[in-house]
């Protein structure tokens, strides 16, 4: 996605000399602002599409979620930015970069990958509890506390829905963000807590051997053949921790109820 704003716009907003850009989604842009008083990440909406009545909605559930595995919300301000008033989330700042900077970088050691493996579990039943969905996890909304596969940070949950999805759920003519996404959010169907779980799967398969398990890095595929392809699991590699393997191949089954539940997959990956 193109940079909305300068870093002119931006300080101006927020009446701070110190901010840097970190990254636009599909309808945000965050910044990092740090001040006197703190260091955060500021997630400005930038879409004039949103549904704000839901996305206050959404934020009240937000508040509701507490893990040190889910990215703390601490304010929601209005601010002007570029000339037009928009409404704008302000996160704890994670220090120590995403996942998706990381696996290129580096393979996690089979104790990391069961850690990184039991955050996001956590993370994402505390979503699950609020009442929440995250509908889009991928390893640039996973950052990395301290820098280690071993700490991560869910972020981003729940945002998705509030915007319209219709353009890259409905059958788009390549793959981008989506594959990461669920078979069944794919065919435009409802999101479920399972669909989560897909993407905890795809997540970790993908840090675990630095591959996504159905597309190749740059490589462009049509909608007929990703729906080929993800109707097979992948193969396990051998050196993968029995539990994790375990929990990606039950995460990665197409029918939505073989996926388990995130309880069941929490206890798997304890051994218990």
């Known amino acids: 996605m193109d940079q ?27 910044w990092r602002v740090v001040t006197a008083e703190r260091d955060a990440a500021y997630k400005i909406i930038y879409r004039d599409d949103a549904d704000l009545e839901r996305l206050r909605r959404e934020i009240a559930s937000y508040r509701r979620v507490t893990s040190e ?12 930015v570029a000339g037009k008033r928009r409404v704008t989330l302000v996160f704890e700042y994670i220090e120590g970069g995403d996942l998706a900077q990381a696996i290129p970088r580096v393979r996690p050691t089979a104790d990391e990958l069961v850690n990184l ?13 609020a009442s929440l969905l995250h509908r889009d996890l991928k390893p640039a909304n996973i950052a990395l506390r301290g820098g280690g596969y071993a700490h991560p940070v869910v972020l981003d949950l729940g945002l998705a829905k509030l915007m319209d999805v219709e353009s890259i759920t409905r059958y788009p003519q390549s793959i981008g963000t989506p594959m990461y996404m669920a ?28 591959k996504h398990p159905y597309v190749a ?11 080929r392809r993800i109707a097979h699991k992948p193969t396990m590699p051998d050196y993968l921790p029995a539990n994790v393997a375990d ?4 995460c990665l089954s ?19």
């Open 217 to 227: 890095q740059r490589e462009t595929l049509s909608w007929d053949e990703f729906f």
């Open 247 to 250: 929990l990606i191949d039950r």
């Open 69 to 80: 595995n889910v990215v703390r919300l601490d304010d929601v301000v209005p601010l002007a």
């Open 183 to 210: 078979p069944e959010q794919l065919r435009g169907e409802r999101a479920l807590k399972a669909s989560d779980l897909w993407a905890v799967g795809v997540v970790l398969y993908e840090a675990a051997t630095g």
């Open 117 to 129: 493996a039991s955050g996001l579990l956590a993370g994402i039943s505390a979503i699950h509890s």
């Open 254 to 272: 197409d029918q939505p109820h073989k996926r388990g539940t995130v309880a069941k997959a929490i206890r798997r990956i304890k051994g218990e």
């Open 4 to 30: 909305q704003f300068t870093t002119a716009d931006v300080e101006q907003a927020v009446g701070a000399p110190s901010v840097s850009y970190l990254g636009t989604g599909t309808f945000g842009e965050t």
